[in-house]
């Protein structure tokens, strides 16, 4: 039965965790397959609102087992005061599951991803400085510590050692700074290892048996599609897969199980940090579209920067994820206006071009071929089903969903659980 990927058509930042946290009540398991506390998801219960970093947003429904990953990258001490964050507010966290086999950022790895984009200066990526990318990199330099290494402590003493002894060279002859002492990383990783014991296990092996029992998985994915480190706007991108085949190797579930990938789409676009954004808005526009959807990052407190939907970008994350569906979000940001702006193709060198340019200097190059769509002025927060929206609304649907490739299958006009139209389910 049925294993269901929900990941982000864009940027990041589209809605995942509500999204998520929406189905949470009728599936069994939701696992995040990558990424770390560099994801910042929001979810609005009622009147309680919920950021999340490392812990998959299921945590929120009580009926269902939140896992992380072997493809995640995990800091201790982030996971442990999520958890007693939640765990204050009455969330109950006893069910986690936690891959022996997932990789564990090192207060090394946090330091070495702060120095490297200070050192990059005009060049930097814009990173979370959570230590995600030098973690990713020690796991296929395969100098990475993993969570079941905080059991043996020859062996991970044996790592750090290993894992320092470059890095310390590079920190102090390179970027001028102190070295670090293996023992005192060991001493605090060993801190974390009976409070984190309860929650590890194989997770490989309880996700493909619930699978044979016909329980409910859905793979949660931070991040977002063009974030991806193959697929993405390289070398702006985080530094795992995102896309729907890193569910696969982040839990050790095979594709072959997997029946559903979902995108979440923003009704309009946004992105954090560095790197090529085509329908970027530096006007009053952009200005209303930040303001008015709240885009400021749930993790750094960066302004997130805005504009308008790119179908160039809805079509590429339909190809390279196998889209079956996608969640449209935040369509209730664009009432107001006379009409919107809706990128359909890119202008590059004098040439029209429908699909997005493998070349990195041509997608830097590319200029915005806009259409215009009429707006609409109603509210649009209280609409249960697609009937409910205005006409100029439902038509804007339509169209994106056109463009994009795959059936908008649900429709998030507010924060909230309930402020959703649903119009096909997706189990
Ligand atoms: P994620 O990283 O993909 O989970 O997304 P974030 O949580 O970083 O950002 C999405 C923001 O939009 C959050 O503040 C959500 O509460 C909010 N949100 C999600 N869906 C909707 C929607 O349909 N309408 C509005 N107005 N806000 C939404
Ligand atoms: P969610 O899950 C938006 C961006 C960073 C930076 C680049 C690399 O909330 O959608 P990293 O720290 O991962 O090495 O930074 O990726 N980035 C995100 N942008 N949403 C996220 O997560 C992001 N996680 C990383 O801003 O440009
Ligand atoms: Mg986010």
Redesign the pocket.
């Known amino acids: 039965m049925p294993a269901l990927v929900l990941l982000?058509a864009q940027?990041?930042?589209?809605g995942?965790?509500k999204a998520t946290d929406l189905l949470g009540g009728s599936v069994d398991y939701v696992v995040r397959y990558q990424?770390g506390n560099?994801?910042?998801?929001t979810v609005v219960v009622g009147d309680q609102k919920y950021a999340l970093h490392l812990l998959p947003s299921g945590i929120l429904s009580p009926g269902c087992i939140p896992v992380i990953g072997n493809g995640v990258v995990v800091d201790p001490s982030v996971l442990l005061s999520e958890l007693s964050g939640l765990n204050e507010r009455g969330v109950d966290t006893s069910k986690l599951l936690i891959s022996g086999n997932a990789h564990i950022i090192t207060p090394y790895n946090v330091t070495i991803?702060k120095v490297t984009e200070r050192f990059l200066g005009k060049r930097r990526?814009?990173?979370?400085?959570?230590g995600?990318?030098p973690t990713y990199a020690d796991k296929i330099n395969r100098v990475g510590i993993r969570v079941q290494d905080l059991y043996d402590e020859s062996i991970l003493t044996q790592k750090v050692e290993a894992a320092l002894d470059v890095k310390n060279q590079i920190l102090t002859k390179l970027y001028n700074r102190r070295a670090i002492a293996a023992n005192q990383v060991v001493e605090e990783l060993l801190g974390y290892a009976e409070q984190l014991k309860p929650y590890v296990a194989d997770t490989v092996l309880i996700l493909n048996k619930a699978l044979d029992e016909d329980k409910v998985v859905l793979f949660e994915?931070?991040?977002?599609t063009l974030?991806d480190i193959d697929h993405g706007t390289y070398p702006?991108?985080?530094?795992s897969n995102p896309t729907a085949g890193g569910a696969c190797t982040g839990s050790g579930v095979g594709p072959t199980r997997i029946s559903r990938v979902i995108g979440i789409l923003k009704a309009y676009t946004t992105?954090?940090?560095?790197?090529p954004f085509p329908t970027e808005l530096f006007d009053e526009d952009g200005e209303a579209l930040r303001r008015i959807g709240g885009e400021r990052?749930?993790?750094?407190g960066?302004d997130?920067r805005c504009g308008w939907f790119d179908a160039v970008i809805a079509r590429y994350a339909t190809r390279v994820n196998g889209l079956t569906d996608f969640f449209l979000t935040k369509l209730d940001v664009l009432t107001g206006w006379e009409q919107i702006p809706v990128c359909v193709a890119y202008e590059i060198d004098g040439q029209r071009v429908e699909e997005l340019p493998y070349s990195q200097t041509d997608f830097h190059h590319a200029k915005p071929i806009y259409e215009y769509l009429p707006g609409w002025q109603e509210d649009i927060t209280k609409a249960k089903t697609f009937s409910d929206l205005p006409k100029n609304a439902q038509n804007y649907v339509k169209a994106l969903e056109e463009m994009s490739g795959a059936p908008i299958s649900a429709i998030g006009v507010g924060p909230g659980r309930d402020e959703t139209i649903q119009i096909n389910s997706f189990l």
Not at 125 to 130: A, D, N, P, V
Not at 221 to 224: M, P
Not at 297 to 300: D, E, P, Y
């Open positions: 982000g940027w990041g930042d589209e995942k965790g990424g560099n994801a910042g998801h991803d990526i814009g990173t979370t400085g959570r995600i990318g994915g931070g991040q977002g974030l702006f991108v985080t530094s992105r954090v940090g560095a790197g990052g749930v993790t750094t960066r997130r």
